[in-house]
């Protein structure tokens, strides 16, 4: 199973960038989808997570300006970043909790992409 993510960048303070991953390989199933974050000097943290319900859970320093979204049928997560502030700068990684076709269960990593905002 291999992650894809896309759609980071150099934005001025106040923009907006979409980041997509697609999921690729064995898969039967995904639960939870997800996009984490580090900082330089910082530890990962997560910003969003979608459960294959739909069902949303956002860190509070993106709530009301962060979507994620999911495209089931294409394995595809997506996050919409709106109203972008400096501290938003980081590398993003998403995630996901793959269930493949040998009943395997187990968490996949993206290779990250770089999210820079400037002021």
């Known amino acids: 199973v291999q992650l894809q993510a896309s759609g980071g960048g150099l934005v001025q303070a106040g923009g907006s960038l979409r980041l997509s991953c697609a999921a690729s390989g064995s898969i039967f199933s995904i639960n939870d989808m997800g996009w984490y974050r580090q900082a330089p000097g910082k530890e990962r943290e997560l910003v969003a997570v979608?459960?294959?319900?739909?069902?949303?859970n956002y860190a509070d320093s993106v709530k009301g300006r962060f979507t994620i979204s999911r495209d089931n049928a294409k394995n595809t997560v997506y996050l919409q970043m709106n109203s972008l502030k400096p501290e938003d700068t980081a590398v993003y990684y998403c995630?996901?909790?793959?269930?493949?076709?040998?009943?395997?269960?187990?968490?996949?990593w993206g290779q990250g992409t770089q999210v820079t905002v400037s002021s």
């Open positions: 995630n996901a909790d793959v269930l493949d076709f040998s009943d395997y269960e187990a968490d996949y």
């Open positions: 979608i459960t294959s319900g739909g069902s949303t």
